[in-house]
């Protein structure tokens, strides 16, 4: 599994990448790996202020729909629209290519409670 050591992980396995004020948020390599083929990615929250652990959209693969969990505090700025042609960039770039929205966050602090990369693999038995 990849788990790059320059994220920060939720239990309910999404990532989040932070740039200035803006965060970045997608599901791990573990979590695509074991949803399978992502067939489809909803995001209806754009411009919505969510709390940490509000659901932000769903990922559907072919057996199953998965809700998605926003890691901190903060508004939808953004849902990665490359997604809607393309959910299988999920599978492909997790960390990359398919990250699925940007946040901005309203209470950097809130960083400091998410788990580690080391943490992230703990959990997992990676």
Request: aromatic share 10%.
């Amino acid at each position: 599994m990849n788990v790059p050591a320059n994220l920060k992980y939720t239990k309910e396995h999404e990532w989040i990448r932070l740039e200035d004020e803006i965060a970045f948020v997608g599901i791990t390599d573990y979590a695509q790996s074991e949803l399978g083929e992502i067939v489809f990615v909803e995001v209806e929250t754009v411009g919505e202020s969510l709390n940490e652990g509000d659901v932000f959209g769903t990922v559907e693969a072919v057996k199953t729909v998965s809700d998605l969990y926003l890691p901190v505090d903060g508004e939808i700025l953004e849902f990665n629209e490359a997604l809607e042609s393309n959910p299988e960039m999920v599978n492909e770039d997790p960390y990359g290519n398919g990250w699925m929205v940007k946040v901005g966050i309203s209470d950097l602090s809130q960083f400091d409670n998410l788990l580690s990369a080391k943490e992230y693999e703990a959990l997992i038995g990676a």
